[in-house]
Each structure stands twice: as C-alpha cells, then as structure tokens.
C-alpha cells in the first residue's frame, strides 16, 4: 500500500515562494505516475502537474506553467512542487497523488489511485 503525506505548505504574500514536499514509501517495484492537485474551498480538485517516476517527462495545468515545477528525488522517494510568483488564486488545498501507471496528458484526479492528506497553502495579496 504506496503512503504520501505532504509537507512544506503555509502562508506567504503574492509574489513569494514555497516548496512542497511529498513523501512516498510502500512502493512496489514499479513505475508510477506522481502529481499535484489542489482544492479550493467550494471548487473541484485541479490537477496541477504530473511526472513519471525515473523520466523527466512533466505536465502541467496551463494556470501554473511558467512558474511551478515539480520534480522527483527517487533515492528519497520524495516528490516536490516548486512554486513561485504565487498568486492568490492558488490559495487551495495541496494534494499528492500516485498513480500505478504511466501518466496520461490529461491531470484528472480519478487517474490517481494513491493520495495524501493534504497541505494548505495560503496565498495574501
């Protein structure tokens, strides 16, 4: 059973940065796609970005490009999302997801088969 739990969320003024960091263990000897989705309060989960665990193959929603990227550390097993110049429209609920397969081109959250808690990320203008 693959577990995840985030971390790194808070808040901080438009402009400014964070760094999320998602810890995955219970991994079967396979490959797996990883992403990030939020969720505000009153909306849907967003997909934000995916990457496929040992390729450097990444995807992102078109609301983050530019300034969000995610990478992966496998000697870790950690997943991170670099956000920059955030905004207060990316205030949400931050999600790691895992799915046992390759990504898809399209971010839907009923790909992901593995998810973690949650952290908040608050965004002040």
């Known amino acids: 059973q693959v577990q995840l739990v985030e971390s790194g969320g808070g808040s901080v003024q438009a402009g400014g940065s964070l760094r999320l960091s998602c810890a995955a263990s219970?991994?079967?000897?396979?490959?797996?796609?990883m992403g990030w989705f939020r969720q505000a309060p009153g909306k849907e989960r967003e997909g934000v970005a995916n990457?496929?665990?040992?390729?450097?193959?990444?995807i992102y929603a078109d609301s983050v490009k530019g300034r969000f990227t995610i990478s992966q550390d496998n000697a870790k097993n950690t997943l991170y999302l670099e956000m920059n110049s955030l905004k207060p429209e990316d205030t949400a609920m931050y999600y790691c997801?895992?799915?046992?397969?390759?990504?898809?081109?399209?971010?839907?959250?009923?790909?992901?088969?593995?998810w973690g808690q949650g952290t908040q990320v608050t965004v002040s203008s």
């Open positions: 990457i496929y665990t040992g390729f450097s193959n990444t």
């Open positions: 219970g991994y079967t000897n396979r490959r797996y796609c």
């Open positions: 997801a895992a799915r046992a397969s390759y990504c898809r081109a399209a971010l839907l959250a009923t790909d992901f088969d593995y």
